[in-house]
């Protein structure tokens, strides 16, 4: 039998570098419903050294990403130490990290997410769950999103959850099925040209707010083949690099203009991913506080109640769901789905070192 209550320390670091995410968790199995309660939680940014190594690492050679790997598989296993030690946390069962993901090209059966290395263990004192997204593209998945099962579990009471990070993603069900995708880019595109204006990113969406909508820009970008494809899909940093802002780089217009359009696309594009326009959604990840983008979707969804939950929630959403997935896999329970990833069968994901 396994037990009913669990201690958890849920760690994330996304795409949108904005840093460590790091949630003390407790979780509950009450009547086959799991429950939650958040504790402590930090976000530790990262220094200019380390923003640099992880913005370039999708260039390095494979000896280069394999010692990028074991430095940051040390600098993680320290964050996390440091969070335990500081604040006083005791009886942890497990720390669920993701790490952070470097390379993501499951159409050619590869993802790496580095500091996952067994090390980590041994430099945070722990039980470390993590390596989740590898096991389901050996399956044939995408080995993204993994946060719908929580979404499943959790956040039942919702017809649609929505995440506004690097990228966007959805999740839902639909004739008994949890769907699943990525949907478009998000702060990998806002955050790089705010860095260009100066600044780390668009507060409140005011930059692009100011600017203008390019049509000519805006439709080339709903064009692109991504929007086309069926899920299960998702999207790397890859993604934006090789396609999106080189697309964007070929219109002499202004860098605010370039912003106003690029959120105009990322609200058309949420909206035309929901297979229903009306409902109650939850909207959690940095974007979340882009106000001139959530106003922009309420343009486009005037019959969706949008729901942006408290700041815990909001800001450490993915911790949480990578917490669960961990408490999961220590059950040897199904914790990715394979209506959401492609896999061949669902299955229990990630690796677990003492």
Known sequence: MFKETYRIVGVMSGTSLDGVDLAHLHFELENGKWRFELFECETVPYNLYWLEQLKNAVNFSEIELALLNKNYTQLLGKIIFDFIARNHLHHIDAVCSHGHTILHQPQNGFTLQIGNLPDIAEICKQKVVCDFRVQDVELGGQGAPLVPIGDRLLFSEFDYCLNLGGFSNISFEQDGNRIAFDISPVNTVLNCY?????????????????GHLNAELFNALNQLDFYQKPFPKSLGFEYVKEIVLPLMESFPITTIDKMNTFVEHVAVQVANALPTKEGRILITGGGAYNDFLIERMRHF?????????????????????????????????????????GARIDHSSGKIYD
């Open 194 to 210: 705010a860095n260009q204006l100066g600044f780390d990113y668009d507060d409140r969406g005011n930059l692009a707010k100011s």
């Open 301 to 341: 969804l005037p019959n969706m109640t949008i729901k942006i939950p408290d700041s815990k929630v909001l800001e450490f959403k993915e911790a949480l769901i990578f917490g669960l997935l961990g408490v999961l896999k220590m059950r040897n329970e199904i914790n990715t789905l394979r209506s959401v990833t």
